[in-house]
Structures are given as structure tokens and as C-alpha cells.
């Protein structure tokens, strides 16, 4: 679990960095709460942040994305 967040966390950071376009007050730390904040809501916009090589990789990041979101809205 632990790694798994870390994981992303990791992978969010510096998916955001490398953003070609970056809004003028995005700076890669605000770009990263963006991203945790969509991911904690089970929000599909999430995988915007990060790069997959197939559609199965993305698939299993949102599963995992819903099934923690739930968690996370249960313990608060």
C-alpha cells in the first residue's frame, strides 16, 4: 500500500513537471495537489496526470484509483 502511494505520488510529480503547457500560477507542486486532490475524489479526470504505455495500465489505475478513493472516503 505504502508503496503504491509512493508510487504515485513519485510518477504525479513528475508527470507534472514535464508538462508542456503549464498554466502561468502552476507550479509543479500545485500541479501534484491537483492531481492527489482528483485522485482521493475517484475523479477519471486523474489519469490526465499521468503517461501510460497501454489502455490495460490505465484501466488498472483506475480500479485502484476507485477502489482507494472509497477507502479514503470512508476513514475520512
Known amino acids: ?3 503504491l502511494l509512493s508510487f ?3 510518477t504525479s510529480m513528475l508527470v507534472a513537471c514535464g508538462s508542456d503547457t503549464p498554466k502561468a500560477d502552476d507550479t ?3 500541479i501534484v495537489k491537483k492531481c492527489l486532490k482528483l485522485m482521493i475524489k ?4 486523474a ?3 499521468f503517461n501510460f504505455k497501454s489502455e ?3 484501466n488498472i489505475l483506475l480500479e485502484k484509483m476507485s477502489y482507494k478513493a472509497k477507502g479514503i472516503k ?3
Open 28 to 30: 509543479p507542486d500545485i
Open 8 to 10: 504515485t505520488i513519485f
Open 74 to 76: 470512508k476513514n475520512g
Open 1 to 3: 500500500m505504502k508503496k
Open 56 to 58: 490495460d495500465e490505465k
Open 47 to 49: 489519469v490526465k496526470c
Open 42 to 45: 475517484g475523479d477519471k479526470q
